[in-house]
């Protein structure tokens, strides 16, 4: 344990700072511990902030209570943990040679200087300001702090407003989109990027997701930048004007276009910056100075299945809590190590859940792993459950060794506890056999008897054992739009071909029952795409095919429910 009364000094009372402090106070109780806070709370929940603004959650303030309504104020920090709080007080200078903070108090501006033994920065990240005209104009918003969610909520609280563009697509951008979609706004998100949640989903599965957007009423703009911001003769937003010229009207704009780790004061000191562009920090989380430790949203992490140091651009209180706790110990004698992240997270898109864990196929290939990867649609419980429902996986494998690599999960089903399942199997270095032969629970209430993430693996298995052929929905619009001559073989129902079906006329219907009384239908010379509801038949219609001689065969993987483009419903 440490010395007894050693100086411990905090800035940054959110999540990382507070938790290593409270960690810190359990294993020393002797420590002088103080935290520094530039804004008014602190130790709240931040997460929680879209939630306030949709209503779900109805008061900003529980934000900052623990379970059982305390309010985490300075006053809880000192009664309860004898820690002393500064709030709204601005670190401006660390001093490693004399060992001190030089701190203003924003209010007074009051200036102080507080000695440390050990320092903890904790300054998480700021929001990446885009250079675009009319930022400065009433009603443009962003969604960063404790204070922006209850502005918002005053604001919404107080007038009524129609339009809401949201430009950027990242976590905060979409879970926006929901509140104010539920607050009755016209919302519109402008993403200048091909697909949504660009840093988690593959296109594929953003193109899935925006489908359900689009049908909830949110207008979904790819492909397009905002160039200007207009308002009207009081100052107020009244549209954005896009590179195209085009003015989508508005009466409120949030900027969501993302984040960067907050390291001024950190560069400012002389510690090293990693090439991340976030403070560099070894496995204990202690930067280039040994009495220096920081976490959260500023520091680099390792990603462990890459062992290369990544900068998650998106706020993760998992890891920034996870920090604390690694750094409460180790500022106070422990050796506790932070093995890096996977980048697992899940958010809710009204209907929908979405997760992610470890490499999407485009980190994977960047990564130089021969890639092999799954798309299933399948239910998250019995078929024949009544509350069952689907969710679209994607999983992606290392061809040459079968190792497991990431998980995408899509739809209303429970895809989140799947996410979780394949984020401990990679943790544990998992093939993708290991993972299907994991003994995970069955009744018809929860799971299938092979679960989803299970068949999905068995999937890549297939493929990798040269059983399975399959195209991607991807690959098969490719060469549709390119005009590619193939015979594309819906092997459903006539029933469910009328129910919803793709209109081209390469797609021919033959009921998998009556295949192989109808090869003679079929061309020899051509390449052939089979495809069903969710490609189970469809793979059984290529085996046949190839068992009747046919030689160029593939199925679309994730059939028709996987389709992310239009179909024709009835």
Same mark, same amino acid.
């Given at each position: 344990?440490?010395?007894?009364?050693?100086?411990?000094?905090?800035?940054?009372?959110?999540?990382?700072?507070?938790?290593?402090?409270?960690?810190?106070?359990?294993?020393?109780?002797?420590?002088?511990?103080?935290?520094?806070?530039?804004?008014?709370?602190?130790?709240?929940?931040?997460?929680?902030?879209?939630?306030?603004?949709?209503?779900?959650?109805?008061?900003?303030?529980?934000?900052?209570?623990?379970?059982?309504?305390?309010?985490?104020? %300075?006053?809880?920090?000192?009664?309860?943990?004898?820690?002393?709080?500064?709030?709204?007080?601005?670190? &401006?200078?660390?001093?490693?040679?004399?060992?001190?903070?030089?701190?203003?108090?924003?209010?007074?501006?009051?200036?102080?200087?507080?000695?440390?033994?050990?320092?903890?920065?904790?300054?998480?990240?700021?929001?990446? &300001?885009?250079?675009?005209?009319?930022?400065?104009?009433?009603?443009?918003?962003?969604?960063?702090?404790?204070?922006?969610?209850?502005?918002?909520? #005053?604001?919404?609280?107080?007038?009524?407003?129609?339009?809401?563009?949201?430009?950027?697509?990242?976590?905060?951008?979409?879970?926006?989109?929901?509140?104010?979609?539920?607050?009755?706004?016209?919302?519109?998100?402008?993403?200048?990027?091909?697909?949504?949640?660009?840093?988690?989903?593959?296109?594929?599965?953003?193109?899935?997701?925006?489908?359900?957007?689009?049908?909830?009423?949110?207008?979904?703009?790819?492909?397009?930048?905002?160039?200007?911001?207009?308002?009207?003769?009081?100052?107020?937003?009244?549209? &954005?004007?896009?590179?195209?010229?085009?003015?989508?009207?508005?009466?409120?704009?949030?900027?969501?276009?993302?984040?960067?780790?907050?390291?001024?004061?950190?560069?400012?000191?002389?510690?090293?910056?990693?090439?991340?562009?976030?403070?560099?920090?070894?496995?204990?989380?202690?930067?280039?100075?040994?009495?220096?430790?920081?976490?959260?949203?500023?520091?680099?992490?390792?990603?462990?299945?890459?062992?290369?140091?990544?900068?998650?651009?998106?706020?993760?209180?998992?890891?920034?809590?996870?920090?604390?706790?690694?750094?409460?110990?180790?500022?106070?004698?422990?050796?506790?190590?932070?093995?890096?992240?996977?980048?697992?997270?899940?958010?809710?898109?009204?209907?929908?859940?979405?997760?992610?864990?470890?490499?999407?196929?485009?980190?994977?290939?960047?990564?130089?792993?021969?890639?092999?990867?799954?798309?299933?649609?399948?239910?998250?419980?019995?078929?024949?459950?009544?509350?069952?429902?689907?969710?679209?996986?994607?999983?992606?494998?290392?061809?040459?060794?079968?190792?497991?690599?990431?998980?995408?999960?899509?739809?209303?089903?429970?895809?989140?506890?799947?996410?979780?399942?394949? %984020?401990?199997?990679?943790?544990?270095?998992?093939?993708?056999?290991?993972?299907?032969?994991?003994?995970?629970?069955?009744?018809?209430?929860?799971?299938? %008897?092979?679960?989803?993430?299970?068949?999905?693996?068995?999937?890549?298995?297939?493929?990798? #054992?040269?059983?399975?052929?399959?195209?991607?929905?991807?690959?098969?619009?490719?060469?549709?739009?390119?005009?590619?001559?193939?015979?594309?073989?819906?092997?459903?129902?006539?029933?469910?071909?009328?129910?919803?079906?793709?209109?081209?006329?390469?797609?021919?219907?033959?009921?998998?029952?009556?295949?192989?009384?109808?090869?003679?239908?079929?061309?020899?010379?051509?390449?052939?795409?089979?495809?069903?509801?969710?490609?189970?038949?469809?793979?059984?219609?290529?085996?046949?095919?190839?068992?009747?001689?046919?030689?160029?065969?593939?199925?679309?993987?994730?059939?028709?429910?996987?389709?992310?483009?239009?179909?024709?419903?009835?």
């Amino acid at each position: 344990m440490a010395t007894a009364g050693q100086r411990i000094v905090v800035i940054g009372g959110v999540a990382t700072g507070p938790k290593a402090a409270a960690r810190a106070r359990r294993r020393d109780p002797h420590a002088e511990i103080t935290i520094i806070e530039k804004g008014r709370f602190i130790s709240y929940a931040g997460c929680g902030m879209p939630y306030c603004v949709s209503e779900e959650i109805s008061d900003c303030y529980s934000l900052t209570h623990t379970p059982v309504g305390v309010p985490r104020d %300075a006053a809880y920090f000192r009664n309860v943990k004898d820690i002393n709080v500064l709030t709204q007080t601005l670190a &401006v200078r660390i001093d490693r040679q004399a060992r001190q903070i030089e701190t203003v108090n924003i209010e007074t501006q009051e200036h102080r200087l507080i000695p440390y033994d050990k320092l903890v920065i904790a300054t998480g990240s700021t929001p990446v &300001v885009p250079p675009i005209e009319g930022m400065n104009l009433k009603r443009v918003i962003r969604l960063n702090q404790l204070e922006d969610a209850i502005n918002v909520c #005053d604001l919404l609280g107080s007038c009524t407003l129609e339009r809401a563009v949201i430009i950027g697509s990242g976590y905060i951008g979409i879970e926006m989109a929901e509140a104010f979609t539920r607050r009755h706004m016209q919302v519109t998100i402008v993403e200048m990027l091909p697909h949504i949640l660009p840093r988690m989903l593959d296109p594929e599965m953003a193109s899935f997701l925006t489908k359900h957007l689009r049908a909830k009423g949110v207008t979904v703009r790819l492909n397009e930048q905002v160039k200007k911001i207009v308002g009207d003769d009081q100052g107020n937003v009244s549209g &954005v004007v896009l590179a195209s010229g085009e003015t989508i009207p508005a009466s409120l704009v949030l900027v969501a276009v993302g984040v960067r780790p907050n390291i001024k004061l950190a560069q400012d000191a002389g510690l090293k910056i990693g090439t991340t562009g976030a403070i560099a920090v070894n496995e204990y989380l202690q930067t280039s100075d040994p009495d220096i430790y920081a976490g959260g949203d500023c520091v680099e992490n390792v990603e462990l299945l890459t062992g290369k140091k990544i900068y998650v651009y998106v706020p993760l209180g998992s890891t920034a809590n996870k920090h604390g706790r690694v750094i409460g110990d180790n500022i106070t004698g422990g050796q506790t190590t932070f093995p890096g992240i996977l980048v697992t997270s899940v958010l809710r898109v009204f209907d929908y859940n979405v997760g992610k864990t470890g490499l999407n196929e485009h980190e994977a290939r960047a990564n130089g792993f021969d890639v092999v990867t799954a798309l299933n649609p399948s239910p998250d419980s019995a078929h024949y459950w009544p509350t069952s429902k689907s969710v679209l996986m994607k999983m992606v494998a290392d061809r040459a060794t079968g190792r497991l690599l990431g998980v995408q999960a899509v739809g209303p089903g429970d895809g989140v506890k799947r996410v979780d399942v394949a %984020a401990t199997a990679l943790t544990c270095g998992a093939d993708v056999k290991h993972l299907a032969d994991i003994d995970l629970a069955y009744a018809p209430p929860y799971a299938t %008897a092979i679960d989803l993430i299970q068949h999905t693996a068995n999937i890549i298995r297939n493929k990798i #054992d040269g059983l399975a052929k399959s195209i991607t929905p991807l690959e098969v619009k490719e060469k549709l739009d390119r005009g590619d001559d193939f015979v594309w073989l819906d092997v459903r129902s006539p029933a469910e071909y009328e129910q919803m079906r793709i209109e081209d006329p390469r797609v021919k219907l033959i009921p998998l029952g009556m295949l192989r009384r109808r090869l003679n239908e079929l061309p020899r010379d051509k390449e052939i795409i089979t495809f069903c509801k969710i490609s189970l038949r469809g793979y059984e219609a290529q085996t046949i095919l190839e068992g009747a001689g046919f030689t160029n065969v593939k199925f679309m993987d994730g059939g028709i429910v996987a389709w992310p483009y239009d179909v024709v419903t009835a």
